[in-house]
């Protein structure tokens, strides 16, 4: 049996090429399929992780039950939780007067409207256009119809392009814009909560000033008593010179403490009156001593908090869209396809400028990439890289800062609470002693050094008293910001109400 003989060279080429032909369709096929399907290119983003510890420290173990615990906070309106009408009435002044909240809201309409933008580019761009124009052309160009002719020119033409969103650039772009609007309008939320602690502290110390210049008008009154009396003894050869000095000198001394408070509520009311939006020189706020109590907020549990504080949500948001940025990145490395399309009509009389025989069109794709650029887009995706680990580590950072602020005023609550209630024991114990050390005076028993020694001290002891006071409270306004004030993440916008602000705006009207 004879053995087949072997194709020759020349006969087996015909099936190399079909090889190939087949390997180019195959090719072209599947490029067809992901130019129609639109390919997203870069990383889908993920949440980065952030370590939470189960409980705060400052509840674990401590055994401590505050004495004003809030479970809910308004959202919006924590502030009701002190019961203080002034109080109430400047904190809504906050969100529509505040210039700091203003600024945040116009970065986060700006943030909004880039949105729109990057958007736009996902449809056609058309452009029109019309002209004339008179000319003449020279007679001395040989082979040109219209050497030495005069002519004039009519246009009206429309131009539209489109770029298909093949690697998913303008997708990524658009992804980007929308956390970025979405942190914008966390910013704004977060300032709001910053300006609205920053006024209830500032009344609060205020009211605190009040109630301590309250306190020692009614010590100067009582000094005053206490000199009358040292007088008259004195007048009676009972007490001496140096008793009525002493007496002056404390009295004096009072007085001068009392004037001296007067500086600081003036610099806080004029604080007060810039963060509701108005001028100081017409703003006052009249004299009333403080009488809210402390409210410690519930805390929760540390995990709880990613999604109760503005700051930490934006800080997510800032790297969803530095993920995406990735993306654009990315899709540098492909070609860009560019369709477009010419129309109009051209004429040189008049007359004929505008029928049929005078149209023109053109149309046409144009595909274009960059073939080398010596790492030029390599460096970009790099660097996009690197900024999205950057906003990981910031997010990272905020976190840890939010929990060290909780713990922090949680702590201060606790350690205030037992203070307080030392303080007041150290001065009704002052006050015992001072009553004591006045009868015995009176009576001829002791000088009028130790009378002046018991009144300093009593009067310290209850200025430290109201001073502890007013730290409690600015601890219990910092502790409801860092627990975010009733904010949750439900309140960023979601897609639909930034592409739509007039949906947004209807569906927080419906809410109220």
């Known amino acids: 049996m004879t053995a087949p003989t072997p194709p020759s060279r020349r006969e087996r080429a015909p099936r190399r090429k079909r090889i190939t032909l087949r390997a180019s369709a195959l090719a072209l096929a599947s490029a067809s399929v992901c130019l129609l399907a639109a390919c997203t290119v870069g990383p889908d983003y993920v949440k980065p992780p952030a370590a939470a510890a189960a409980t705060y420290k400052e509840l674990d173990g401590t055994g401590w039950m505050p004495a004003q615990p809030a479970d809910t906070l ?19 002044q906050v969100a529509t007067a505040n210039q700091t909240v203003q600024a945040a ?22 452009s029109a256009n019309g002209d004339y124009s008179r000319a003449r052309g020279s007679s001395n160009v040989l082979h040109k119809s219209t050497a030495g002719l005069t002519l004039n020119d009519y246009l009206v033409q429309a131009d539209a392009s489109w770029e298909p969103d093949l690697w998913g650039r303008v ?9 970025e609007a979405q ?45 009358d009396l040292t007088q008259h003894r004195y007048a009676g050869g009972i007490a001496t010179d140096a008793d ?5 000198t404390q009295l004096k001394t009072t007085q001068t403490q009392a004037l001296d408070i007067g500086v600081q509520r003036a610099q806080l009311e004029h604080a007060i009156a810039i963060l509701t939006g108005q001028p100081p020189s017409t703003f006052s706020l009249p004299v009333a001593p403080l009488v809210a109590v402390p409210v410690v907020a519930a805390a929760g549990v540390p995990s709880a908090l990613l999604e109760r504080r503005p700051d930490i949500a934006a800080a997510e948001r800032h790297i969803a869209d530095m993920n995406a940025q990735i993306g654009v990145a990315t899709a540098a490395f492909f070609p860009s396809l560019i369709l477009s399309v010419t129309g109009g009509l051209e004429a040189t009389n008049y007359s004929q400028w505008l029928v049929a025989p005078s149209r023109l069109w053109s149309l046409g794709p144009a595909l274009a990439g960059t073939l080398l650029d010596f790492g030029g ?21 905020t976190v840890l800062s939010a929990f060290g602020e909780v713990e922090d005023n949680l702590a201060a609550l606790r350690v205030l609470e037992q203070e307080a209630a030392a303080q007041d024991d150290a001065v009704a114990a002052a006050q015992r002693s001072l009553a004591v050390v006045s009868n015995r005076y009176k009576n001829g028993a002791i000088t009028y050094l130790d009378v002046v020694v018991a009144q300093t001290t009593a009067l310290a002891n209850e200025r430290n008293a109201v001073s502890i006071a007013r730290r409690r409270m600015a601890a219990s306004v910092a502790l409801i910001k860092a627990l975010g004030g009733g904010w949750d993440a439900s309140a960023l916008p979601t897609d639909e109400q930034i592409v739509h602000p007039a949906t947004a705006a209807s569906e927080a009207a419906a809410h109220g």
């Open 74 to 92: 308004t959202r919006g309106a924590w502030w009701n939780v002190y019961a203080d009408p002034s109080l109430d009435a400047l904190e809504r």
């Open 105 to 126: 809201e116009a970065r986060f309409r700006a943030a909004r409207a880039t949105v729109a933008q990057y958007r736009s580019t996902y449809f056609p761009v058309v």
């Open 171 to 179: 997708t990524r772009s658009v992804e980007g814009a929308k956390a």
């Open 183 to 227: 942190a914008s309008a966390a910013d704004v939320d977060a300032a709001l909560l910053s300006m609205q602690a920053e006024l209830a502290t500032d009344y609060f110390e205020l009211r605190g000033l009040d109630q301590e210049r309250q306190l020692l008008d009614d010590t100067i009154e009582a000094y005053t008593e206490a000199l």
């Open 244 to 248: 009525v000095a002493q007496a002056q």
């Open 377 to 397: 887009r390599a460096a970009v995706k790099e660097q996009a890289r690197a900024h999205y680990d950057e906003s990981v580590a910031q997010y990272r950072q």
